[in-house]
């Protein structure tokens, strides 16, 4: 199914009318994918969502210790639900999508000097992989919830839903994306993991 979805909640951090750059993103994304229905997920209508089609996941989503949490958990049940594609509010696109089985996208460690699998960009065909991932991160956010200091609030986010827990899945099931990122959606500059920094202090 062609359709884009991209998150907005409230984290703490600008209104969505005041942050330029996403506005100017979601219309960019819009324009070079008119084929593709768009649809920008809010706190109420995610919360409506996940009670109507995966009430057996409140008791995850009704007591993460950051919103951020939602914003990466949500994104595997939309792909489960609607199909689709999934795209942060940071990505521009700079050429149509394609329809893939399996795509992700990366970001650039500059410690490591390698890019990086993560779940910034995602579209997965597969219902049973995309359940089985929900299924992944809800295991994570028990064990990580024990193993991880909660002192360590931004390594709990990664491993519990977030990138780290994605490219953990990704290795375990031999996944590779059908196509690079980097050939679909603009990079500005190395550092493509901003929202971790903009919400360091917020969580």
């Known amino acids: 199914m062609k359709?884009?979805?991209?998150?907005?909640?409230?984290?703490?951090?600008?209104?969505?009318?005041?942050?330029?750059?996403?506005?100017?993103?979601?219309?960019?994304?819009?324009?070079?994918?008119?084929?593709?229905?768009?649809?920008?997920?809010?706190?109420?209508?995610?919360?409506?969502?996940?009670?109507?089609?995966?009430?057996?996941?409140?008791?995850?989503?009704?007591?993460?210790?950051?919103?951020?949490?939602?914003?990466?958990?949500?994104?595997?049940?939309?792909?489960?639900?609607?199909?689709?594609?999934?795209?942060?509010?940071?990505e521009q696109s700079i050429k149509p999508l394609e329809e893939f089985k399996f795509f992700y996208g990366k970001w650039y460690d500059t410690k490591t000097d390698k890019w990086i699998t993560n779940n910034n960009i995602m579209m997965i065909e597969d219902?049973?992989?995309?359940?089985?991932?929900i299924d992944y991160g809800n295991s994570q956010i028990i064990e990580r919830k024990k193993s991880i200091p909660p002192n360590w609030k931004c390594r709990l986010l990664q491993h519990s839903v977030g990138q780290v827990c994605f490219k953990r899945f990704c290795k375990l099931k031999k996944l590779v994306s059908d196509a690079d990122y980097l050939d679909y959606f603009k990079t500005e500059s190395t550092?493509?993991?901003?929202?971790?920094?903009?919400?360091?202090?917020?969580?």
């Open 3 to 90: 359709i884009i979805h991209q998150i907005f909640l409230d984290i703490g951090l600008k209104p969505l009318e005041e942050r330029r750059d996403y506005l100017e993103n979601i219309e960019v994304n819009k324009r070079i994918n008119p084929e593709w229905e768009h649809k920008l997920w809010t706190d109420d209508s995610l919360n409506e969502f996940v009670s109507t089609h995966y009430p057996e996941n409140l008791i995850f989503w009704n007591n993460f210790p950051y919103p951020m949490y939602k914003v990466d958990y949500a994104r595997y049940m939309l792909l489960h639900h609607y199909g689709g594609i999934y795209i942060d509010l940071d």
């Open 191 to 203: 550092e493509t993991c901003s929202w971790l920094y903009s919400i360091k202090n917020k969580i």
């Open 127 to 133: 219902k049973t992989l995309c359940k089985e991932l």
